[in-house]
């Protein structure tokens, strides 16, 4: 029987739920503002979208890297 490393699995599953969550809300939701309004809005809702993303890109990508810091000290 194989063994299954179930952590791993329920990273991967949160990864995969995040990043399809930001796809809908980029695709279907600018989608939606582009048809409705028209390539002008889109455009500033696309913006709107990566300003408010920003911060949360900046906490993971500092939580990634104090991770790896700690992982390389601990290594030694």
């Known amino acids: 029987m194989k063994s299954r490393d179930l952590r791993k699995y329920a990273a991967q599953t949160n990864v995969r739920l995040a990043a ?3 796809l ?8 939606l503002i ?3 309004y ?3 809005p889109a455009l500033m809702g696309l913006l ?3 300003i408010g993303l920003a911060p949360l890109l900046l906490i993971f990508v500092s939580l990634w890297m104090m991770d790896w810091v700690v992982k390389r000290a ?3």
């Open 38 to 40: 028209g390539l002008g």
């Open 48 to 50: 709107c979208l990566g």
């Open 34 to 36: 582009y048809v409705i």
């Open 20 to 22: 399809g969550g930001v």
């Open 74 to 76: 601990n290594r030694e």
């Open 24 to 31: 809908v809300l980029f695709v279907i939701g600018l989608g």
